[in-house]
C-alpha cells in the first residue's frame, strides 16, 4: 500500500515540476538556467531525504556511486536540458506525453543488446506509444502557439532518458548503493554538467542568470526533488511492476494540473487527451512487464 502511494506521489510530482517549469519559463524564459536551478535545488531535496533515511552520510559517500553520477550527466543533465526548452517551445503537456516513449526507447535497446525477454507487452505498448505520437504530431501548433520543432526536442530528451535508464540498470546490477543514494547522485551530476554549460555559454553572465531563476524555478526543484525520492522509495517497498504504471501516469498529471493552472495558454484538446491516453498506456504496459 505504502509503494503504491509513493508511485503516485512521485508521479504527481514529476507532473507538477513540470507544469512549474513552464510557469516560470513564463517568468523568466532562459532554459539553460532554468535547469541548473532546477537540478541543484532537488539534488538539496534528496540530499536531505537521504540523510533523514539513512540517518548518516556513508550512504552518499560511497565509492560505487560515480556510474550514477555519469548517468546523471545523461538525465537530468542533457536529458533536463533538452526538457525544459521543450517546455518552451512545445508547452508542458505535449513535452509530458512524448516524454513517456522513453520506456519504449529504453525497452527496445535492452532486449536486443542486454538479453532482456521479449514479452507480448512490450510490442503492444510500442505500437499504443507510436500511435499516440502519431496523433500528437498531427496537430496544427502554430495555431495554437507552440512550435514544432519542440516535439523534435522533446523525443530527443526522451531518448537520453532511455540511454540513462539502461546504463543506470547496468550501474545498480554491478554496484551495491541505494536507491536514493543513486538518485541524489544523479541529480549531482546533472547540476555539475548544467553550471559548466551555463559558465562556458554565458561566461560572466552565468551567475546573474542563475540569480534571476531561482525564485521562478525553485518550486520545480523542490517538487523534482521530492518525485525522485518518493519513486526511489517506491522501487525499494514495492514490485516494479506495480510501480513502474502508477509513474507512467506522470503525463496524466502534467494534463490536469496545467489545464487547471496554466489555462488557454496550453491549448489542451481532445487531440492532446487522446495521445496522452494511448502513450501512458503503452509506457504502463511496457514498464509492467519488463
Same mark, same amino acid.
Given at each position: 500500500?505504502?509503494?503504491?502511494?509513493?508511485?503516485?506521489?512521485?508521479?504527481?510530482?514529476?507532473?507538477?515540476?513540470?507544469?512549474?517549469?513552464?510557469?516560470?519559463?513564463?517568468?523568466?524564459?532562459?532554459?539553460?538556467?532554468?535547469?541548473?536551478?532546477?537540478?541543484?535545488?532537488?539534488?538539496?531535496?534528496?540530499?536531505?531525504?537521504?540523510?533523514?533515511?539513512?540517518?548518516?552520510?556513508?550512504?552518499?559517500?560511497?565509492?560505487?556511486?560515480?556510474?550514477?553520477?555519469?548517468?546523471?550527466?545523461? +538525465?537530468?543533465?542533457? $536529458?533536463?536540458?533538452? !526538457?525544459? *526548452? @521543450?517546455?518552451? /517551445?512545445?508547452? #508542458? %503537456?505535449?513535452? =509530458?506525453? &512524448?516524454?513517456?516513449?522513453?520506456?519504449?526507447?529504453?525497452?527496445?535497446?535492452?532486449?536486443?543488446?542486454?538479453?532482456?525477454?521479449?514479452?507480448?507487452?512490450?510490442?503492444?505498448?510500442?505500437?499504443?506509444?507510436?500511435?499516440?505520437?502519431?496523433?500528437?504530431?498531427?496537430?496544427?501548433?502554430?495555431?495554437?502557439?507552440?512550435?514544432?520543432?519542440?516535439?523534435?526536442?522533446?523525443?530527443?530528451?526522451?531518448?537520453?532518458?532511455?540511454?540513462?535508464?539502461?546504463?543506470?540498470?547496468?550501474?545498480?546490477?554491478?554496484?551495491?548503493?541505494?536507491?536514493?543514494?543513486?538518485?541524489?547522485?544523479?541529480?549531482?551530476?546533472?547540476?555539475?554538467?548544467?553550471?559548466?554549460?551555463?559558465?562556458?555559454?554565458?561566461?560572466?553572465?552565468?551567475?546573474? +542568470?542563475?540569480?534571476? $531563476?531561482?525564485?521562478? !524555478?525553485? *518550486? @520545480?526543484?523542490? /517538487?523534482?526533488? #521530492? %518525485?525522485?525520492? =518518493?519513486? &526511489?522509495?517506491?522501487?525499494?517497498?514495492?514490485?516494479?511492476?506495480?510501480?513502474?504504471?502508477?509513474?507512467?501516469?506522470?503525463?496524466?498529471?502534467?494534463?490536469?494540473?496545467?489545464?487547471?493552472?496554466?489555462?488557454?495558454?496550453?491549448?489542451?484538446?481532445?487531440?492532446?487527451?487522446?495521445?496522452?491516453?494511448?502513450?501512458?498506456?503503452?509506457?504502463?504496459?511496457?514498464?509492467?512487464?519488463?
Amino acid at each position: 500500500m505504502i509503494a503504491v502511494l509513493l508511485g503516485l506521489v512521485a508521479a504527481t510530482c514529476f507532473g507538477a515540476m513540470t507544469v512549474a517549469v513552464r510557469a516560470g519559463l513564463q517568468r523568466v524564459p532562459d532554459s539553460p538556467a532554468a535547469s541548473f536551478v532546477t537540478a541543484t535545488v532537488g539534488f538539496v531535496v534528496a540530499v536531505v531525504i537521504d540523510l533523514a533515511v539513512s540517518a548518516g552520510p556513508d550512504d552518499l559517500t560511497s565509492s560505487e556511486l560515480w556510474p550514477f553520477l555519469l548517468a546523471g550527466l545523461m +538525465a537530468p543533465g542533457a $536529458a533536463g536540458l533538452l !526538457f525544459t *526548452l @521543450a517546455i518552451q /517551445l512545445a508547452g #508542458a %503537456a505535449r513535452t =509530458a506525453v &512524448l516524454i513517456t516513449a522513453a520506456p519504449l526507447l529504453a525497452a527496445v535497446p535492452a532486449f536486443l543488446l542486454l538479453g532482456e525477454p521479449f514479452h507480448l507487452a512490450l510490442a503492444v505498448g510500442a505500437v499504443l506509444i507510436v500511435a499516440g505520437a502519431i496523433v500528437l504530431s498531427g496537430e496544427r501548433m502554430e495555431e495554437v502557439g507552440f512550435r514544432r520543432i519542440g516535439l523534435v526536442v522533446a523525443l530527443a530528451a526522451a531518448a537520453l532518458i532511455a540511454v540513462r535508464d539502461n546504463f543506470a540498470r547496468w550501474a545498480a546490477n554491478h554496484h551495491d548503493v541505494s536507491g536514493l543514494a543513486a538518485g541524489t547522485a544523479a541529480l549531482a551530476g546533472a547540476a555539475v554538467l548544467l553550471l559548466m554549460y551555463l559558465v562556458v555559454v554565458r561566461r560572466r553572465g552565468a551567475f546573474a +542568470a542563475i540569480r534571476r $531563476a531561482f525564485g521562478p !524555478f525553485l *518550486l @520545480a526543484g523542490l /517538487l523534482l526533488g #521530492a %518525485a525522485y525520492a =518518493a519513486l &526511489l522509495e517506491a522501487l525499494t517497498r514495492g514490485r516494479v511492476t506495480v510501480v513502474t504504471p502508477l509513474y507512467a501516469t506522470e503525463s496524466f498529471w502534467t494534463v490536469l494540473l496545467a489545464a487547471i493552472f496554466l489555462g488557454r495558454s496550453e491549448r489542451i484538446g481532445p487531440r492532446l487527451l487522446l495521445a496522452a491516453g494511448l502513450m501512458v498506456g503503452g509506457a504502463g504496459l511496457i514498464g509492467a512487464f519488463r
